[in-house]
């Protein structure tokens, strides 16, 4: 029997759709077809109509706005307001590098004894993407948005869990006027991206997911010296001072923690709180989450609390939190599924988590928050950088100058005093140590997959 993707509604745990998954001679023809797409369009594309084409793709977004957010809502069980402003992420992504490209990839003159010496920005060939569910259409969006304008094709390998939306955003780049086969969908396994590497035509890989897909990834471009740009897992600290107002800090802990269900890169997962404000704190904080939760339907504008995108994924967050209880945590609320169909998991929080607790070192990809005390800002600072991964972080304080401090000494991609992390298209995006290399967003993600090359004229 040939191999399908069954897209799931995690929310019923009914059946969307059955996609075929695409034989190895389907996947090379593509690729082949792709490279020929992307050889065409650097070449006889100019700079403007690329612009004016992304800014076709961010008013379809817009238009389709509704329709596109209830698909990532019955593949990942995303709630609807959710969906929709992702969606809406991604128009201002096309937009900001329809507007921006220009400048960005404009020739730069370097003063030499050279009668004219130049840094021109030339697109490497055929990005592929290989992209996680959590955001079905943002992590796409802001890695082929830049590479696009800059006269690279993209192929995307999606979640094999959401087949719909990979389809979906290959349609709207047709719509929009993109060129066929410069932008593609590639229904493949995860054991076929290899293939996909190895293939004269890709010249570089971006990926967003787990640590291992990473290494799995880096491994095979390196063999084959293609360059790539890795987001990885993280494990971010949101670091509450003494002085910080908790009228201020505990909604946005609870926004912070639980967007998108807590799956998200970015979450705040490890809450790092002093001494003498823990009781207080978590007092606060379990109250906000009892709240603020009810489940129901993520179609419904009205549910605080959807699904997670599956059910083996519910089950892996559902061990990691009784382990940690192994380990001497105390679940305040939460730690369990919940009795009804679909893949629900109580809002969690977990206090006594020291750093020896796998919760402290892990990712919990899920709406599960810790908390961890410390007894003083240079202890704080020394928590939050006592991890592998390296994302993002946040510090909450009245004293803007001690929250820069902290701030320029957490080892991470992006950090932020008094608001929580995100990402911006203004702003270059990424992580260091085991949360990846590289960055997205901004001019120095349009500049990762372009050949910056000299030119000297004498």
Partial sequence: MAQEFISINPA???????????????????????GYAQRDWAQQTPLETRCELLRNVAELLRVKKRELAELATREMGKRIGEAEAEVEKCAWVCDFYADQAPAMLADEVVETEATRSLVVYQPLGVILAVMPWNFPYWQVFRAAAPALVAGNGVVLKHASNVPLCALAIEGLFKEAGFPEDLFQSLMITSAQVERAICHPDVRGVTLTGSEPAGRAVASIAGRELKKTVLELGGSDPFVILPD???????????????INMGQSCIAAKRFLVDKTMHDEFVARFKVAIEDYFVPGDPMDPATTLGPMARRDLMEELHNQVIRAQDYGATVETGGQ??????AYYAPTLLT?????????????????????????????????????FGLGGSVWTT??????????????GCAFVNDMVRSDPRLPFGGIKDSGYGRELSVYGIREFVNIKTLWIK
């Fill in 244 to 258: 910080a107002d908790l009228d201020e800090v505990v909604p946005m802990a609870l926004k912070a923690r639980f």
């Fill in 399 to 412: 004293d803007i100058a001690t929250g820069e401090a902290i701030a320029r000494g957490m080892q991470c």
């Fill in 12 to 34: 019923t745990e009914e059946e969307n759709a059955r996609i075929p998954v695409w034989d190895d001679d389907k996947l090379d023809t593509a690729l082949r077809y792709a």
């Fill in 337 to 342: 599924t919940l009795d009804r169909p679909g």
């Fill in 352 to 388: 006594n988590v020291t750093t020896s607790n796998p919760a402290f070192q892990e990712e919990l990809f899920g709406p599960v928050a810790t908390v961890t005390t410390y007894t003083e800002p240079s202890h704080a600072l020394g928590l939050a950088n006592a991890t592998r």
